[in-house]
């Protein structure tokens, strides 16, 4: 398996590095022009980072609900197989849904000695670490969703005693099917319990850093086209 096959006749890495490079290229030298655009386009990524931090704050909570149902079992005598494993992937899961809206609050450590030299060295020094920064969360997103599938493709299972509803894989995997194949994965589909396949609780690990990328690169055309980023504070100033 090829880890950078062509699509439409071009490299993968191209698609995923060289183009958006040159569309931030291009964004700087007509930001006069786009600048009104794209801040509708910027206003719903922001809606976007938020969404996310949103789900990230919901699966806070469901850690939170695990937790509890797991001493109410304990206390009642009770078993709750796989709690251990649940809130470990809503762990997961909170951790990468938040990389995004993170970044766009300032969440993320980000030293800026070099940068208070003066406007100039400031601007290009913050334009060098967020296009390295944003190549760096590609790179990222582009293993962690190969990695969602190579797990798919082996079938591999969890290791511990956590189980789903086969009706709840079922319906995951027509997101990633035709709807002419939706009819054979419903028969071949069943009400059963089964052992929670690995890929199911990386979806989120691979939405998480496909926002973080798209984030990164983001930050990295607003900086070049409006002069600043949309990072609200820096945690170290």
């Known amino acids: 398996m090829s880890d950078w096959s062509s699509y439409f006749g071009v490299p993968l890495w191209v698609w995923l590095f060289v183009l958006p490079t040159l569309l931030a290229v291009g964004a700087r030298f007509s930001r006069h022009h786009i600048e009104r655009p794209l801040r509708r386009l910027w206003a719903l990524l922001d809606m976007l980072y938020l969404g996310s931090g949103v789900c990230a704050?919901?699966?806070?909570?469901?850690?939170l609900l695990l937790i509890a149902v797991q001493m109410t079992a304990r206390w009642t005598g009770l078993t709750f197989e796989g709690s251990t494993e649940f809130a470990g992937y809503a762990m997961a899961a909170t951790s990468f849904f938040a990389l995004a809206h993170a970044l766009s609050r300032g969440a993320h450590i980000r030293v800026s000695i070099f940068l208070n030299i003066n406007q100039f060295t400031r601007l290009w020094l913050d334009a060098a670490a967020t296009l390295l920064g944003a190549i760096i969360a590609t790179y990222f997103a582009r293993y962690a969703?190969?990695?969602?599938?190579?797990?798919?493709?082996?079938?591999?299972?969890?290791?511990?005693?956590?189980?789903?509803?086969?009706?709840?894989?079922?319906v995951l995997k027509m997101f990633g099917t035709f709807p002419s194949e939706w009819a054979a994965l419903w028969r071949a589909s069943g009400d059963a319990q089964i052992y929670t396949p690995v890929w199911v609780p990386q979806i989120p690990m691979s939405i998480g850093t496909v926002l973080l990328a798209i984030c990164m690169w983001d930050q990295l055309i607003r900086l070049l086209v409006a002069g600043q980023t949309a990072i609200q504070r820096e945690t170290v100033e």
């Open 57 to 63: 704050a919901i699966f806070m909570l469901l850690i």
């Open 145 to 170: 969703i190969k990695t969602n599938f190579l797990s798919a493709l082996l079938n591999d299972r969890t290791q511990g005693q956590d189980q789903i509803p086969q009706w709840v894989v079922t």
